[in-house]
């Protein structure tokens, strides 16, 4: 079954849904390429299912537009727009077997009855259940559960598969096993996938790329990367991974960057925008980007430096974890990869912490 | 007394403990089931052996049963209107249980609206169907003012009278099963199914219906075997020709020919458990019954 280049492209173009008032999406337009693993990203509420569900069909969008490989697809009832789709809960039918289930969407479509035992099989294989066709969904555990849902959701070849927190329900470790295998289904199949999910690490392992949504509009869009070491706002930057934030004064740019005082020493960042001396901004930092001066740098410490007391030392086993306070309060924390060989700090204890300038962002 | 004292007086060691727990739930049952067999169970067994026993022991009573033209008319009469009775709530039925299912701020009014004959006597809703549908009662004035009929129709004391009474009066055994049914039904599913491909009519054939068939399986026991023994209805709102088995027993009873009277009970209550037997095996009344798994 390879169906390389068979993805359908998605347009939604300011998209919006309103529930008496209040409004669950408020104007999300995000281009999907032909054969891209789209990650819809966001805490509860953010409106990352609504969104999935009017692509689906489930709901109809209050304004704006969603173009299927360049059609409107608005105007078209769900069971006429030809998308898989796999739900948190899985959605099996109870009353029908495993092969009945992956069997429904061709029975829909009028495919004959030896054709249709021919593909539920492939599609079994294809999830790795091969054989498993005469059991009833409940015999089956909550991962072979979600991978039967799987089959019937590509079973028909769609084109566009949308999943709404597909792995939720289950425990991590075979949440981890159930994303390499996504991963693989979708190089497989070669269609496009629109995956909803509030757990980041799940988005950053499997997409290629991230809208990250935030109260019904979408922060920022890109691959996981980019969010990770170039957030644009305060919310990607704490949502995405864990950030320090650093309230800073601009003072002045220099070779593309902005130099900013905070907490008393000079600071460089990297910005987008043409910040004004004078302004008051905030600083992004990531925890395990920030290194004790004297904690065996390999090469000369970078630029950014900060004088720090240690508050609070904690040893998590691969890393220990610190939090610090700056002159003027600001609490900070640093992630240092733990080893037998590194001296561990205690609370009290003054240091000096360093970090690049491509790691600090201003937010 | 705490939990752990009270086994360790009565039987000392772990296992008696044990099977003291186990006995709990028989204690919790036994005077209800006491209650059942001293004034139920006693007086029907009672009742039926007068057919086999009256004056002596004899199965006469059922031979002259098997003989009675009369009694045959009456007894396929009967399940006649039981099967009218039970399509009748059945096709009423579904479709207002999907409307409770799926009713959400409307839901207490429907109920209410579902359950208010429920609360009123059977007494008091077949008088009403008498002056309903009397030869000057609502439905033939009403038909006549809109010219419509050039004089009343005959519907009190025929047949129909007896089913739109009956359907009436039992639809909500009908409805409140399925509907409970239908509730359980996780709605994913019926999303999960257009998605797939399956449109409204699709989606109701192959996923709806069947899995409120335990709903619906519950729904026609109830009715059929509540109006085979259907009787003050029948008897307000039928004509003469419109006897049932029940109405037949009252008429002997009456006449105080017990040992008849009794011997058609026997069949009325045979009929009935080969009926809850017929569905215990092809669906399984457990699984009718099982009203809340999720």
């Known amino acids: 079954m390879t169906l390389a280049g068979r993805g359908a492209s998605v347009a939604l173009n300011s998209l919006e849904k309103r529930y008496e008032g209040f409004g669950a999406v408020r104007g999300v337009s995000i281009d999907i ?48 727009r030809n998308i898989g789709m796999v739900f948190q809960n899985y959605a099996l039918f109870p009353h029908l077997t495993v092969a009945e289930n992956i069997g429904f969407p061709l029975k829909q479509r009028g495919v004959a009855k030896a054709e249709r ?76 996938f629109i995956y909803v999910t509030h757990d980041q690490e799940e988005a950053l392992t499997m997409s290629d790329r991230i809208a990250v949504m935030h109260e019904g509009r979408v922060a920022q869009i890109g691959p996981p990367e980019e969010l990770y070491d170039r957030p644009e706002n305060r919310f990607v930057a704490a949502f995405i991974g864990e950030s320090n934030f650093l309230p800073a004064t601009v003072r002045g740019r220099e070779e593309g960057h902005v130099v900013a005082e905070c907490a008393g ?57 610190y939090v610090l306070r700056t002159g003027d309060g600001t609490s900070l924390v640093l992630k240092e990869p733990s080893s037998a060989a590194t001296r561990r700090r205690v609370a009290g204890e003054t240091a000096e912490v360093a970090w690049s300038v491509a790691d600090t962002i201003l937010v | 007394m705490s939990e752990a004292i009270a086994p360790a007086l009565l039987a000392p060691g772990r296992t008696a403990g044990m099977n003291w727990r186990r006995l709990v739930p028989l204690l919790l049952v036994a005077p209800l089931v006491l209650f059942m067999l001293a004034l139920y169970a006693l007086p029907v067994l009672a009742m039926l052996s007068r057919s086999l026993l009256e004056p002596a022991p004899t199965l006469a009573h059922y031979a002259e049963l098997a003989g009675d033209e009369v009694f045959h008319r009456i007894f396929t009469n009967t399940l006649w209107t039981t ?60 038909l006549l003012a809109m ?74 026991l109830l009715v059929f075997v509540l109006s085979l023994g259907f009787y003050i209805t029948p008897a307000l709102v039928g004509g003469p020709r419109d006897m049932t088995l029940s109405m037949l027993i009252a008429q002997r009873v009456e006449q105080l020919d017990w040992a008849y009277a009794a011997t058609l009970s026997a069949v009325l209550l045979a009929t009935a458990l080969v009926i809850i037997a017929i569905f215990q095996r092809a669906f399984g009344v457990g699984t009718a019954f099982r009203m809340s798994a999720r």
Request: with cysteine; net charge positive.
């Open chain 1, 265 to 321: 020493s000079l600071v460089r960042a990297t910005c987008t925008t043409n910040p004004a001396p004078g302004e008051s901004v905030t600083l992004a930092a990531r925890p395990e980007r920030l290194r004790f001066v004297d904690g065996g740098w390999p090469a000369p410490p970078p630029a950014n430096r900060l004088a720090v007391t240690v508050t609070e030392a904690v040893f998590v086993g691969e890393r220990c974890r």
């Open chain 1, 33 to 80: 390429r032909s054969g891209e693993f789209l990650t819809l990203l966001g805490p509860s509420g953010s409106g990352k299912t609504t969104t999935l569900m009017m692509i689906a069909g489930f709901e109809t969008p209050s304004a704006g537009d969603i173009a299927i490989d360049g059609r409107s697809v608005v105007a078209l009832p769900a069971h006429r």
């Open chain 1, 117 to 192: 035992a021919r593909l539920v099989e492939e599609a079994l294989e294809l999830v790795r259940l091969p054989g498993y066709g005469t059991r009833q969904p409940r015999q089956l555990s909550g991962g072979q559960q979600q991978r039967v849902a799987l089959a019937r959701a590509i079973v028909f070849k769609p084109r566009l598969l949308l999943m709404d927190e597909p792995l939720g329900a289950l425990d991590k470790q075979l949440r981890e096993s159930l994303q390499l295998e996504m991963r693989r289904l979708h190089a497989d199949l070669g269609i496009t």
């Open chain 2, 83 to 142: 099967l009218v009775v039970t399509a009748g709530t059945l096709v009423l039925g579904y479709p207002v249980a999907m409307g409770l299912a799926r009713a959400r701020t409307l839901l207490p009014l429907l109920l209410i609206i579902v359950l208010l004959p429920f609360w009123t006597s059977v007494l008091v809703r077949s008088y009403a169907w008498m002056v309903l549908l009397g030869r000057h009662g609502l439905v033939n004035e009403a």
């Open chain 2, 147 to 220: 010219g419509m009929l050039d004089r009343p129709l005959r519907i009190l004391n025929t047949p129909l009278a007896v089913h739109i009474a009956m359907v009436h009066i039992l639809l909500p055994y009908m409805i409140l099963p399925i509907a409970n049914a239908l509730r359980q039904i996780d709605p994913s599913l019926a999303r999960a199914a257009a998605g797939l491909g399956a449109g409204p009519w699709a989606v109701f054939r192959q996923v709806t219906l069947p899995l409120s068939m335990p709903g619906v399986m519950a729904g026609i």
